[in-house]
């Protein structure tokens, strides 16, 4: 009797912690991850552990910048955005790119009493919404999405798309690529607030010299991005 029991035991047990392991995993997206990527199926980035911890360490400059006059331009987009120091060139400035952010990741953290507040804007984003085979038919969404969000900053910088090389970049991405900048570009124009920067000068040609893999600028790139922007804003001598 007292095995029999033992054994009884032992079994409401394990099921006890598989159920409570199960809703765990049902709990965490684990579940929902694990099925995305047996099916092939894309996990949205807002649900990346990375982009949650930069939406959290995030937080409290965007605090300290909400409660001072002194940030006077913020930077948000993808990985471009984020290994950017932007500081170098402009001190009083917050850098909010996240890598392998999409553009429903940027609209889904930006803050629009943040916008509201800091007088320029730069926002780089797109390469990853083709990366991500992202249907053409969602960039004027997007891109609507986008011009809404920025309208009431005082100043947006709205750069391109840069270009991308390397095996494993198709004519679809390029096509997207190519189609979201024209998309952006006109946006930009019935925008009164809005200038639109087309890649710098020279970049799809030496995007071997340029970039560290065909997609993210080098210290070269970074020093053309930065010459570009300079070109419209006061920036460090």
């Known amino acids: 009797m007292k095995k029999k029991t033992g054994t009884r035991v032992l079994l409401v047990v394990n099921v006890v912690l ?4 199960a809703a765990a995993l049902v709990e965490t997206g684990y ?3 694990a099925l995305r990527k047996i099916s092939g199926t894309h996990v949205p980035v807002t649900e990346t552990d990375h982009y949650k ?7 409290r400059p965007t605090s300290q910048a909400l409660a001072s006059p002194d940030i006077q331009i913020a930077f ?3 990985s471009i955005i984020e290994g950017w120091l932007t500081s170098n060139i402009l001190p009083n400035s917050l850098n909010l790119g996240i890598s392998r ?3 429903p990741g940027l609209i889904a953290r930006a803050k629009p009493e943040l916008i509201a507040h800091v007088p320029t804007w730069y926002l780089g984003i797109g390469v990853n919404d083709a990366l991500t085979v992202t249907p053409p038919e969602k960039i004027a969404e997007y891109v609507a999405q986008l011009k809404a969000l920025f309208m009431p900053a005082d100043r947006l910088i709205w750069r391109a798309v840069l270009p991308v090389t390397g095996a494993n970049w198709t004519a679809e991405q390029e096509a997207f690529r190519t189609a979201f900048n024209s998309a952006a570009q006109q946006a930009c124009q019935d925008m009164a607030n809005c200038t639109f920067l087309t890649p ?3 970049f ?3 995007t071997a010299d340029w970039t560290s893999d065909g997609l993210h600028p080098n210290a070269i790139g ?3 991005l930065a010459r570009q922007l300079c070109a419209e804003i006061s920036c460090l001598p």
Do not use: F
């Open 18 to 21: 598989t159920v409570g392991l």
């Open 31 to 33: 579940v929902s991850k």
């Open 53 to 59: 911890l930069m939406v959290w360490l995030h937080e």
């Open 76 to 78: 948000i987009g993808d």
């Open 101 to 103: 952010d999409t553009t």
């Open 200 to 202: 710098p000068d020279g």
């Open 204 to 206: 799809a040609e030496n």
């Open 222 to 224: 970074y020093r053309q």
